[in-house]
């Protein structure tokens, strides 16, 4: 019996503690929303994985610094440390963008220019939550910030942010982000269906038009550039987002957009999320904090629902002809394609014969540029 005590004694037994053992429960949870309920599976199974390695006693050998003597490396660091500079060197986030900028179609948006306000309005909910987490009390105004981004249903941007203004509450917020967005279908529909009537639901939008290469080609670098001189902070996001676009749209490059489409972004997916859950200690994640991000969070997600359609309302108010369904302004959040395809069922379910996907598309690819801009806006007066 002494022999096993002293054994157990020399591994990490003794080290565990209460809160580590809670956190696999939070652990547990993660991983039936990605494997059981299927939601955001892509990111929730690597940062639940993640959050595993971090409650466990292990810390010391995964994430060790490496030793550097008068500039010799003396001993490395521990795998996950390296994997962690991806985030913390500011190359994860922007390299997702790459590939979203390669799997996305601004044709809807070009089509039909009046969405972008649908999805500018939609950033509201980015500037309402900020505002409400500096006045609770809890949070500073650098911390609020990174918390307002959750509404912009991005989580990328959220983690690129976090890493900028709040460190220490990147694990939450990027759970916050990336569980709500899983929630999206969860979410919306209900208020959509309070903020709308049957009439407006059934609403039908004319058919786009058909938008050509050379359009979308000049759209992108045209966008591109004004946004950055704009906001210069957004530079990494943008840049990168319509750098994607740009392969994908001239035609001339298809193994690279291929690349970016899959096996680049899948990658950096696996170590963006592993690095995100190892943030989830208990020591960072079990506090007051965390749970006012995840109130927060659902408020944000709200509020842009709310202001997306609310906008549409105000919109077929000045422009009486070619209406736009109200439902469409709720996918101005930036998860793409998931809120537009929410907006197209709740369409369908008033009207079957009504198709709203490719109209949604439009506002919810400028959700997408403007919950970039607004992170580059937070870092640039608060960084």
Request: charged share 10%; net charge neutral; aromatic share 8%.
């Given at each position: 019996?002494e022999q ?7 591994g990490g037994?003794s ?6 053992c809670?956190?696999w429960?939070?652990v547990?949870?993660?991983?039936y929303?990605g494997i ?14 993640g959050?595993?390695?971090?409650n ?11 030793v ?6 003396i001993?490395?660091?521990?795998l ?11 190359l ?11 799997l996305?179609?601004?044709g809807?948006?070009?089509a ?8 500018a309005?939609?950033q509201f909910?980015?500037f309402?939550?900020?505002?409400g987490?500096a ?21 990328p ?12 509450l990147?694990g939450?917020i ?5 569980s709500?967005?899983a ?8 208020i959509?269906?309070?903020l709308?009537?049957?009439k ?5 939008m004319?058919?786009?038009r ?6 979308k ?12 001189v704009?906001?210069?902070d957004?530079?990494?996001l943008?840049?990168m987002?319509?750098?994607?676009n740009?392969?994908r749209e ?9 690349a ?10 696996i ?10 200690s ?14 927060l969070g659902?408020f944000?997600f709200?509020?842009a ?5 609310f906008?549409?309302?105000l919109?077929n108010l000045?422009?009486r002809?070619?209406k736009i369904?109200?439902?469409i302004?709720?996918?101005?959040v ?5 809120a537009a395809?929410?907006?197209h069922v709740?369409?369908q ?13 439009g506002?919810?690819?400028?959700g997408?540029?403007g919950?970039?801009?607004a ?9």
């Amino acid at each position: 019996m002494e022999q096993i005590l002293a054994t157990l004694q020399a591994g990490g037994f003794s080290l565990l503690t209460w809160q580590m053992c809670f956190m696999w429960v939070i652990v547990a949870a993660l991983l039936y929303m990605g494997i059981g309920r299927q939601y955001e599976p892509l990111l929730l199974v690597p940062i639940a994985m993640g959050a595993l390695l971090a409650n466990l006693p292990i810390e010391h050998i995964i994430l060790k610094e490496p030793v550097y003597e008068a500039g010799h490396l003396i001993e490395v660091g521990g795998l996950f440390y390296y994997i962690q500079q991806g985030v913390k060197l500011e190359l994860f986030p922007p390299i997702i963008f790459l590939g979203v900028g390669a799997l996305t179609d601004f044709g809807p948006l070009i089509a039909n220019p009046k969405t972008l306000l649908l999805g500018a309005a939609a950033q509201f909910g980015i500037f309402a939550t900020f505002l409400g987490a500096a006045s609770s009390g809890l949070f500073g105004l650098t911390e609020a910030a990174a918390i307002g981004i959750i509404g912009g249903a991005d989580g990328p941007t959220s983690i690129f942010v976090a890493n900028k203004l709040a460190p220490d509450l990147m694990g939450a917020i990027a759970v916050a982000a990336y569980s709500y967005m899983a929630l999206v279908p969860v979410i919306q529909p209900p208020i959509m269906r309070l903020l709308t009537t049957e009439k407006e639901r059934c609403i039908r939008m004319k058919s786009l038009r058909q938008v050509g290469r050379l359009e979308k080609l000049v759209f992108a670098l045209v966008v591109m550039v004004f946004c950055l001189v704009c906001v210069p902070d957004a530079a990494p996001l943008i840049s990168m987002l319509f750098i994607g676009n740009i392969l994908r749209e001239c035609g001339v490059t298809e193994r690279l957009v291929k690349a970016a489409q899959n096996e680049i972004i899948n990658i950096v997916t696996i170590f963006l999320g592993l690095t995100v859950g190892l943030k989830m200690s208990s020591a960072n994640f079990l506090d007051a904090k965390t749970m006012g991000i995840l109130v927060l969070g659902i408020f944000a997600f709200g509020i842009a629902t709310a202001s997306g359609v609310f906008m549409a309302k105000l919109m077929n108010l000045v422009w009486r002809e070619n209406k736009i369904n109200p439902l469409i302004g709720s996918a101005g959040v930036s998860a793409v394609p998931m809120a537009a395809r929410v907006s197209h069922v709740e369409g369908q379910k008033a009207d079957k014969s009504n198709f709203l996907l490719m109209h949604a598309m439009g506002p919810n690819v400028a959700g997408v540029i403007g919950s970039a801009l607004a992170a580059g806006y937070f870092i640039s007066s608060m960084g």
